[in-house]
């Protein structure tokens, strides 16, 4: 039997549990990525299923531990409520019977979460599977993309955290076929075995009380609309009201109408509340229009009983709820995204949303920006990989390789310039969608063989599905500083990046000209300080050797 426990405070009581779903969740996440950084790529070494089991295994005996307390405070304070006084001495038998079977529930749940949640990784961390599951096809990416880019597994690990965030750790699939975190499926069934508790606490307050009725709350859903009002039979024995498990529904349809065979609610993180009936005071028109009211037979749960005005009430609550969870989420996405450019609170966020329209804009487009910078950025590995490997079949050398992305701050400086820092979303769009050095990268060669380099690497590109933008063959181009070619290429997914041909010589002097062409660029052309910045880098570039056949490279 439960300790006796004294009636708690008004404080959320399932607030520790919330707390440790969130907590295992994160610790799973976190040991997943771990594993991963660690460079496995053997996906039972990868999810560490030993490890996940045992954090698992921790939730459960913390909720073993937690649970039957929880229920009998709640069972204490809502039945104290019911009988009118402070302190509840202990609980009757029945009392005991449903915190215990309360308890049992709420623990298979968390345990067959569980059960599920390790389930799921193993069958998403497994190479050896038939099917492809979305975890394991991009964690796989992920590893030989990075490897092939020649990053260490840290980086890899990172690159999959969004996507373990986006998925989650299935928990439960319910009817509908959606997917239940583990943390959100755990919250939902310990609100629900709460508000259940509640509901038994006032059921079972008076053993020799049949009758309850299941008040209206206004505004209510359609499933609990046609419910509510009604007056029902606790013991299914009253002829002139309907039992109460037509209404809460029974766990077992062929089983009895008491209220261990009951789900106590009439379906997950309902509202509504009991109050006891009573005949006493009413009158015997009073008491048959209640009795006619109750009946299913006599009125229908099929018929909606709600006003157009609390239909329009209800909708109107729906989608607040709606906008508010969407406002979260992309909160939530805004501060992983922009961090400190994005205000700290939920609450500033949408006071800014909604009051300063302004700022807002702003917002919107630094996000817009710098989201598009980390899906480039997200595609570079591949890249990377596919021109390492050229550059090792063709012997060709690539140079700067660490220098291939340009900065965030460079791309944003860029685009708020070639946008003329317009906030509109087309625009910003647009502007993106040509700029093609934020992926770049060097191959060098000597000045005789540079030319067949060229056309050497690049067909290879082309055998790759990369397909060739633009090029601009600048050794032909006398009054211009830089010596170089410069292509843009496409992946096939429509990616641009640049690539780069030189000479070790052309190569050694634009790295050294880079300070001086980056003040200039910024100049009006017609200063005397962008006159001397030009002649200077003129000057530095005189005498280059040109590399032969360089007039066969044609500006495309």
């Known amino acids: 039997m439960p300790n006796l426990i004294r009636p708690p405070d008004n404080k959320d009581r399932s607030a520790f549990l919330r707390m440790l779903f969130l907590r295992t969740e994160q610790r799973l996440l976190a040991e997943i990525r771990r594993k991963r950084a660690q460079g496995y790529v053997d996906y039972a070494e990868v999810a560490a299923l030993k490890r996940t089991q045992k954090i698992l295994q921790e939730m459960v005996d913390e909720s073993w531990n937690y649970v039957p307390a929880m229920i009998e405070k709640v069972f204490y304070h809502s039945d104290a409520a019911a009988r009118g006084y402070a302190n509840a001495a202990g609980l009757t038998i029945t009392q005991t019977s449903v915190v215990e079977q309360l308890a049992n529930n709420l623990l298979g749940d968390i345990i067959e979460a569980a059960e599920t949640a390790q389930k799921s990784i193993e069958e998403g961390f497994q190479v050896g599977r038939r099917e492809a599951g979305s975890l394991r096809e991009a964690a796989l990416k992920s590893i030989a993309e990075e490897k092939a880019a020649g990053y260490g597994p840290g980086k890899a690990a990172k690159t999959m955290e969004g996507k373990l965030q986006q998925e989650g750790i299935t928990a439960f699939v319910d009817k509908t076929g959606r997917k239940w975190s583990l943390q959100d499926y755990c919250n939902m069934t310990t609100r629900t075995t709460v508000r259940q508790a509640e509901v038994a606490a006032i059921l079972t307050a008076d053993p020799d009380h049949d009758l309850y009725k299941i008040v209206k709350i206004g505004s209510t859903c359609p499933i609990c609309a046609p419910l509510e009002g009604r007056v029902y039979s606790r013991s299914g024995a009253d002829p002139d009201y309907p039992a109460l498990t037509k209404a809460f529904g029974k766990m077992d349809p062929s089983g009895s109408d008491d209220l261990t065979n009951t789900y106590l609610n009439i379906h997950p993180n309902c509202l509504h509340a009991l109050v006891k009936y009573t005949t006493i005071g009413k009158t015997e028109k009073q008491i048959q229009k209640d009795k006619d009211f109750s009946s299913f037979e006599k009125n229908p749960i099929t018929v909606d009983p709600r006003t157009k005005k609390q239909i329009a009430a209800y909708k109107e609550k729906v989608k607040n709820r709606q906008q508010l969870l969407s406002d979260y989420k992309q909160y939530e996405r805004y501060r992983e995204v922009c961090g400190e450019d994005v205000p700290k609170t939920f609450e500033s966020f949408r006071d800014m949303k909604y009051n300063e329209a302004g700022k807002w804009k702003q917002t919107q487009a630094v996000y817009r920006k710098t989201n598009a910078y980390n899906r480039i950025i997200a595609k570079e590995p591949a890249i990377t990989g596919d021109l390492r490997a050229i550059s090792e079949k063709t012997g060709v050398k690539m140079a700067g390789l660490e220098h291939r992305l340009k900065t965030k701050e460079s791309f944003l400086r860029k685009v708020n310039a070639d946008s003329g820092n317009s906030l509109e979303a087309e625009t910003i769009r647009d502007t993106i969608s040509v700029t093609g050095d934020v992926i770049r990268y060097t191959y060098t060669d000597n000045p005789v063989s540079l030319?067949?380099?060229?056309?050497?690497?690049?067909?290879?590109?082309?055998?790759?599905?990369?397909?060739?933008?633009?090029?601009?063959?600048?050794?032909?181009n006398k009054g211009n500083p830089y010596n170089g070619i410069n292509c843009t290429f496409k992946t096939p997914e429509g990616q641009r990046f640049e690539v780069q041909f030189h000479t070790p010589e052309s190569y050694s002097i634009k790295d050294g000209m880079h300070k001086d062409y980056e003040a200039w660029r910024v100049l009006d052309p017609a200063s005397d300080k962008a006159r001397a910045l030009r002649k200077k880098m003129m000057e530095q570039s005189q005498g280059m050797e040109i590399p032969a056949y360089?007039?066969?490279?044609?500006?495309?």
Do not use: C, D
Not at 451 to 476: C, D, H, Q
Not at 550 to 556: A, D, G, L, P
């Open 451 to 476: 030319v067949g380099s060229y056309k050497e690497i690049t067909r290879a590109m082309l055998e790759k599905g990369y397909e060739p933008v633009k090029v601009k063959n600048f050794w032909t």
């Open 550 to 556: 360089i007039e066969e490279v044609k500006n495309q």
